[in-house]
């Protein structure tokens, strides 16, 4: 069974940075997404990468700013997140799918079969 776990979040003062991480538990490589949820809105995505690392999609409001990576190799990918602001205030979740397909595809969260259990970031001063 894949299991995915992300690291902790935190409390952020506005301009600040943080970097999270998930480990996946699977012995291949799968594309691996962060998605994001603040709360009463949906979930929506933030950053994803393919399985070799080549190819990476953000979403407009973090471009710029955040930057998803994995290590080469470990199942594992992180998300760098700098500038912060209180509009990234959510619950962040890592996702993971087989295979990458058409970017329009990706930025769905109906297009990842696997997620942690999300992990709450706070922009705040």
């Known amino acids: 069974q894949v299991r995915l776990v992300e690291s902790e979040g935190r409390l952020v003062q506005p301009g600040g940075s943080l970097r999270l991480s998930c480990d996946i538990s699977?012995?291949?490589?799968?594309?691996m997404s962060w998605f994001r949820q603040p709360s009463g809105q949906e979930r929506v995505l933030v950053a994803a990468i393919s399985e070799s690392g080549r190819r990476t999609l953000y979403a407009d409001s973090v471009k710029g700013r955040f930057t998803i990576s994995r290590a080469s190799a470990e199942n594992r990918v992180f998300l760098r997140m700098n500038s912060l602001n209180t509009e990234d205030t959510a619950v962040y979740y890592c996702?993971?799918?087989?295979?990458?397909?058409?970017?329009?595809?990706?930025?769905?969260?109906?297009?990842?079969?696997?997620w942690g259990q999300g992990t709450q970031v706070i922009v705040s001063s």
């Open positions: 699977a012995r291949t490589r799968y594309v």
């Open positions: 996702g993971a799918s087989r295979a990458w397909r058409d970017d329009s595809v990706m930025n769905r969260s109906s297009s990842y079969g696997y």
